[in-house]
C-alpha cells in the first residue's frame, strides 16, 4: 500500500523560507517520478515542481528561482525548499507519486502553507 506523508508547512512572513517533507512507503521510491502541487482556496491543483527518477527537475513559472525540489532515495523521502515567500504562495501543498509499474498516481494528505499579506 502505498502511503506519502508530508511535513513542514506552516506560517511565514513575507520573505520567508520553509522546506517541505514527503516519506513515501510501500513502493521502491527510486523509481518513481515524484512532484509538489499545492492548491489554494477557490483555485485549482496546480503543479510547483517536479523530480524524475534520474534528478531532472522542472518548475512552474511563479516559484522558478526560489522554490527547490530535491529526493533522497535512500530516506524514500521528497523535498520541496521554498524561499522568498509571497504571499500568493498560500496554499495546501501537496505531494504527487506516480507509480513506475503502473503509472497509477498517488496523493498526500497536503500540508498548509500560509504567507499573510
Known amino acids: 500500500q502505498v502511503q506519502l506523508v508530508e511535513s513542514g508547512g506552516g506560517l511565514v512572513q513575507t520573505g520567508g523560507h520553509l522546506k517541505l517533507s514527503c516519506v513515501t512507503s510501500?513502493?521502491?521510491?527510486?523509481?518513481?517520478?515524484m512532484s509538489w502541487y499545492r492548491q489554494s482556496a477557490g483555485s485549482e491543483r496546480e503543479l510547483v515542481a517536479k523530480?524524475?527518477?534520474?534528478?531532472?527537475?522542472t518548475y512552474a513559472a511563479s516559484v522558478k528561482g526560489r522554490f527547490i525540489v530535491s529526493r533522497d532515495n535512500d530516506l524514500d523521502t521528497l523535498y520541496l525548499q521554498m524561499n522568498s515567500l509571497k504571499p500568493e504562495d498560500t496554499a495546501v501543498y501537496y505531494c504527487?507519486?506516480?507509480?513506475?509499474?503502473?503509472?497509477?498516481?498517488?496523493w498526500g494528505q497536503g500540508t498548509q502553507v500560509t504567507v499573510p499579506s
Open positions: 504527487n507519486l506516480k507509480h513506475w509499474i503502473n503509472g497509477d498516481i498517488y
Open positions: 510501500g513502493t521502491d521510491f527510486r523509481r518513481n517520478v
Open positions: 523530480i524524475t527518477t534520474n534528478g531532472v527537475t
